[in-house]
């Protein structure tokens, strides 16, 4: 009996036929025998691994490698590998023999497992965990980890932006140990120009995830209103829309955590000083070197040091080659730093056509609001504010904006018989706001609502106003508010 089913389900997952589109050849063996044999091993591998039994789980999968390795891909799945191979070779920690065994089975599966599932996994990634695993398991032996370091490399410059963040994390731990060995500084900065680059683009692609879903989520409303969907269909929509949403938010946060990650290892090694000499020798063998430039410029961005001549002197030569969103971003402040309002305004303007993700567009639309504060136009950076929150409603930095011209506004909203301070229960509408929505500012922005002051109990008396009245402000803001 146990042979008959066996038996119909190979026919059945093989649709009748062995040889499948594989690289093997075949999906579950040369011959019904082989496939018999490679089911009875899957069922058993499950069997044993659910039940944590990693001992007895093993040998069946090493014939399930053997025996059919196209047949099931979770055979080959990160967590199976780590889960059974971690207990494994910690058991063997007294008999060196059986242990390297098990860690060479384990660097063999994820090095290979491309050539079996071509669609579920990576040559890159492949040697990216082999790596990862050999850092693990032989990171005491110096050639291991000069081998590991040079594996980082090659996997990251495959899979560029798609390196996963375990593996920036130990790949820069690893290039930090390196550099305080040889003294090198420049394997440092090597390893930030590769991690800054390919992480930047990472997280732009998942911002752009995010992006192409906000028209998703309007166009469900509007079916949803407008009755042409039904309520539970909306809602089972709407769920996984936001579980999308949720998951490439999860993804930036990991991806940003990493960065910061990096830049606080980075940073005791290249202060401007050392990046200026390191560059300033790169900058005469490499300025027809575009890609050198713009991972220089980024580098001396990140590490603060726009006020160099030297930087000065890379964004322009990068800018002049090819005009692209960052470099006319970076344009922008240089500008506004030298006090080139005009020139930083269109550059700004220049880098919000170019930049192709909300995320991206949100700042330098600040900064175009920072530019009218400064030269006193209000009522227009109050309109870069509101752009800045259509693209980012939880930035906090665009309502504190906002706050600070309307907690100005005292000379502007003077006069006749206005109500005085009655500007500053508008701005603390807008600090209230920013607190609300970024708790990164919250402190500053509770600062700045504590220190308004606001219309006394008699200007209110005499206008017939009490608290929680309803009130429009006058003069440019014409804000609703609420009577303190």
């Known amino acids: 009996m146990k042979k008959i089913m066996l038996i119909a389900l190979v026919s059945c997952l093989t649709l009748g036929g062995f040889a499948?589109?594989?690289?093997?050849?075949?999906?579950?063996?040369?011959?019904?025998?082989?496939?018999?044999?490679?089911?009875?091993?899957?069922?058993?591998?499950?069997?044993?691994?659910?039940?944590?039994?990693?001992?007895?789980?093993?040998?069946?999968?090493?014939?399930?490698v053997e025996l059919c390795p196209c047949s099931w891909s979770a055979i080959f799945n990160t967590t199976y590998l780590q889960n059974m191979f971690d207990f494994l070779i910690k058991s063997a920690e007294d008999n060196d023999e059986l242990r390297e065994q098990y860690i060479d089975e384990l660097l063999n599966a994820v090095a290979t497992r491309h050539q079996f599932f071509p669609r579920n996994y990576t040559?890159?990634?492949?040697?990216?965990?082999?790596?990862?695993?050999?850092?693990?398991?032989?990171?005491?032996?110096?050639?291991?980890?000069?081998?590991?370091?040079?594996?980082?490399?090659?996997?990251?410059?495959?899979?560029?932006?798609?390196?996963?963040?375990?593996?920036?994390?130990i790949y820069f731990r690893i290039a930090e140990q390196i550099a305080r060995a040889k003294q090198d500084t420049t394997i440092m900065i090597d390893a930030y120009e590769r991690a800054t680059d390919y992480i930047e683009m990472a997280i732009n692609n998942f911002f752009k995830d995010i992006d192409k879903q906000l028209p998703n989520f309007e166009n469900?409303?509007?079916?949803?209103?407008?009755?042409?969907?039904?309520?539970?269909?909306?809602?089972?929509?709407?769920?996984?829309?936001?579980?999308?949403?949720?998951?490439?938010?999860?993804?930036?946060?990991?991806?940003?955590?990493?960065?910061?990650?990096?830049?606080?290892?980075?940073?005791?090694?290249?202060?401007?000083?050392?990046?200026?000499?390191?560059?300033?020798?790169?900058?005469?063998?490499?300025?027809?070197?575009?890609?050198?430039?713009?991972?220089?410029?980024?580098?001396?961005?990140?590490?603060?040091?726009?006020?160099?001549?030297?930087?000065?002197?890379?964004?322009?030569?990068?800018?002049?080659?090819?005009?692209?969103?960052?470099?006319?971003?970076?344009?922008?402040?240089?500008s506004l730093?030298?006090?080139?309002?005009?020139?930083?305004?269109?550059?700004?303007?220049?880098?919000?056509?170019l930049f192709e993700t909300n995320e991206q567009k949100a700042d330098p639309w600040y900064m175009i609001g920072l530019i009218h504060q400064i030269r006193g136009n209000y009522i227009e950076a109050r309109n870069a504010?509101?752009?800045?929150?259509?693209?980012?409603?939880?930035?906090?930095?665009?309502?504190?904006?906002?706050?600070?011209?309307?907690?100005?506004?005292?000379?502007?909203?003077?006069?006749?018989?206005?109500?005085?301070?009655?500007?500053?229960?508008?701005?603390?509408?807008?600090?209230?706001?920013?607190a609300a929505v970024d708790p990164s500012v919250a402190e500053q922005a509770n600062q700045k609502r504590a220190r308004l002051g606001f219309p006394s109990e008699q200007d209110k008396f005499v206008r017939g106003l009490k608290a929680g009245d309803t009130y429009t402000v006058r003069c440019w803001i014409q804000e609703t508010t609420t009577v303190r």
């Not at 009875?40 to 069946?60: C, G, R």
């Not at 000069?146 to 090659?154: C, K, T």
């Not at 730093?337 to 056509?353: C, R, S, T, V």
């Open 337 to 353: 730093n030298h006090g080139d309002y005009d020139a930083a305004l269109n550059f700004f303007k220049e880098a919000i056509e």
């Open 220 to 334: 469900l409303e509007e079916a949803f209103e407008k009755g042409q969907i039904p309520q539970a269909d909306y809602e089972h929509r709407r769920q996984r829309l936001s579980q999308d949403t949720a998951r490439s938010m999860q993804f930036i946060t990991n991806y940003e955590r990493t960065l910061k990650n990096i830049e606080n290892i980075f940073t005791p090694f290249a202060p401007c000083h050392v990046l200026e000499q390191v560059y300033s020798n790169k900058l005469e063998q490499n300025k027809d070197n575009l890609i050198a430039l713009k991972k220089m410029l980024i580098t001396m961005n990140k590490g603060g040091c726009t006020g160099s001549t030297l930087f000065a002197e890379i964004l322009n030569a990068v800018h002049q080659a090819e005009p692209n969103a960052q470099t006319a971003n970076l344009m922008g402040y240089y």
């Open 123 to 169: 040559e890159g990634n492949g040697l990216g965990f082999k790596a990862f695993y050999m850092i693990r398991y032989r990171g005491k032996n110096t050639d291991d980890v000069m081998q590991a370091f040079s594996l980082f490399i090659e996997s990251i410059e495959m899979e560029r932006e798609k390196t996963q963040p375990n593996i920036w994390d």
């Open 20 to 64: 499948q589109a594989t690289p093997c050849g075949f999906q579950y063996g040369k011959t019904e025998a082989d496939s018999l044999k490679c089911l009875e091993e899957i069922s058993l591998f499950k069997t044993y691994y659910d039940q944590k039994n990693y001992k007895e789980a093993h040998p069946h999968w090493r014939n399930i």
């Open 385 to 434: 504010a509101r752009e800045v929150i259509k693209l980012k409603p939880n930035s906090g930095r665009a309502y504190i904006l906002i706050g600070d011209l309307y907690a100005a506004s005292g000379n502007r909203c003077g006069g006749e018989d206005g109500m005085p301070l009655d500007f500053n229960w508008a701005a603390a509408d807008k600090y209230a706001r920013a």
